[in-house]
C-alpha cells in the first residue's frame, strides 16, 4: 500500500500559477504510474493528469493541456503538478493517486490509493 499527501494548494487569482506536490510512502511507488485528480463543489471527481513510470509518458484531459505539468521524482517518491495560466473553473479540491501499472491512467477506477486532498481556489 502507498500512503501519499498533497501539499501546496491555496487561493490564488485567474491567470496565476501553483504547484502541488505530493509525497509518496511505499516501496511500490516507482512501478506504478501516478495521477491528478480534482472534485469541484457539488461535482464528481474528474482526471485531471497522470505519468508513467518511465516520467516521460504523460497524459492530460483536454481542458489542461497547455498549461498543466505532470512530473515525478522516484528517488524522493514525489509526483508534482505544475498549474499555470489558471481560471476559475480549476478550482476544487486536488487529489493525488497511485496506480498499479507501469503506463499513465486516466480510468480513477485504476487507481488504487488516494491522498487526503488539497484545495485550489480560483478568484476571478
Known amino acids: 500500500q502507498v500512503q501519499l499527501v498533497e501539499s501546496g494548494g491555496g487561493l490564488v487569482q485567474a491567470g496565476g500559477s501553483l504547484r502541488l506536490s505530493c509525497a509518496a510512502s511505499?516501496?511500490?511507488?516507482?512501478?506504478?504510474?501516478m495521477g491528478w485528480f480534482r472534485q469541484a463543489p457539488g461535482k464528481e471527481r474528474d482526471f485531471v493528469a497522470s505519468?508513467?513510470?518511465?516520467?516521460?509518458?504523460?497524459v492530460y484531459t483536454d481542458s489542461v493541456k497547455g498549461r498543466f505539468t505532470i512530473s515525478r521524482d522516484n528517488a524522493k517518491k514525489m509526483v508534482y503538478l505544475q498549474m499555470n495560466s489558471l481560471k476559475t473553473e480549476d478550482t476544487g479540491v486536488y487529489f493525488c493517486?497511485?496506480?498499479?501499472?507501469?503506463?499513465?491512467?486516466?480510468?480513477?477506477?485504476?487507481?488504487?490509493?488516494w491522498g487526503q486532498g488539497t484545495q485550489v481556489t480560483v478568484s476571478s
Open positions: 493517486a497511485t496506480a498499479p501499472f507501469r503506463g499513465a491512467q486516466r480510468a480513477a477506477g485504476k487507481y488504487s490509493d
Open positions: 511505499g516501496r511500490t511507488f516507482s512501478i506504478n504510474a
Open positions: 505519468i508513467g513510470i518511465d516520467g516521460v509518458t504523460t
